[in-house]
């Protein structure tokens, strides 16, 4: 139990194209997601929060604006970079939080890389 | 905000031989976790250890926590080839809920 899925898990876009890209927790409901950014040899950066049916909580320096994010249901949360440059390349993973579960464990996804021309 | 911190950086052993990370952080947890990566994948959950508790095991996994050093580290026995990947360390603040990755150790184990 407690899959995560992503799709899709890599995607090439051309510059100043939005790109959507869905977490799914499979056979768990997930109040929270969250959302990781990582470039190439570097750790995990925590974007932002995803609470369902509510905005989600952005971390100080990433823009809600730019990075968009919507829970709507307790099994799906999306991150849409809208207007994608190359400097938004990386490596997007989510998590999600088991509804009712014990302490703060997290079920990460597989990851979408993305590339932008 | 990032707050972990490996060391080593990068680790490269032979098989059989034991593996030891370690993972420093800054304020206060309710608990600490260790993940995997393995090289562009997403991350495996290999232990979490709360901060009332000192020492945990799990299989070839050895975990330590000292909340007095604000430290943690993970050791990995008898390694393989397979264990070759990075090692991140997360915690969780007692104010939140949020993971805190660690900068990570890339550990090579050869044959």
């Known amino acids: 139990g407690a899959v995560v899925s992503q799709h899709p898990s890599w995607v090439i876009c051309k510059s100043g194209t939005s790109v959507k890209i869905e977490c799914r927790s499979l056979?768990?409901?997930?109040?929270?997601m969250f959302w990781y950014r990582q470039f190439p040899k570097q750790s995990l950066m925590l974007m932002a929060t995803?609470?369902?049916?509510?905005?989600?909580?952005?971390e100080q320096g990433v823009e809600k604006d730019k990075f968009l994010i919507n829970h709507a249901s307790l099994t799906l949360s999306t991150l849409t970079v809208t207007s994608a440059h190359p400097e938004d390349s990386s490596f997007y993973i989510c998590?999600?939080?088991?509804?009712?579960?014990?302490?703060?464990?997290?079920?990460f996804g597989p990851g979408t890389r993305l590339t932008v021309l | 905000s990032q707050q972990g911190e490996e060391d080593p950086q990068a680790l490269s052993i032979q098989e059989g031989e034991n593996a030891t990370m370690n993972c420093s952080y800054k304020?206060?947890?309710?608990?600490l976790q260790w993940y995997r990566q393995n090289s562009g994948r997403g991350l495996v959950h290999l232990i979490l250890?709360?901060?009332?508790?000192r020492e945990k095991h799990s299989g070839r996994l050895r975990v330590t926590l000292d909340t007095s050093k604000k430290s943690s580290s993970l050791l990995i026995t008898a390694s393989r080839a397979a264990d070759t990947a990075s090692y991140f360390c997360?915690?969780?603040?007692?104010?939140?809920?949020?993971?805190?990755f660690g900068k990570g150790t890339s550990l090579l184990v050869t044959p």
């Open positions: 998590s999600a939080q088991r509804s009712g579960g014990a302490g703060n464990e997290q079920f």
């Open positions: 056979d768990f409901q997930a109040t929270t």
């Open positions: 995803s609470n369902e049916g509510s905005k989600a909580t952005y």
């Open positions: 304020t206060s947890i309710n608990n």
């Open positions: 250890i709360r901060s009332n508790e």
């Open positions: 997360a915690t969780v603040a007692t104010s939140g809920y949020a993971l805190n």
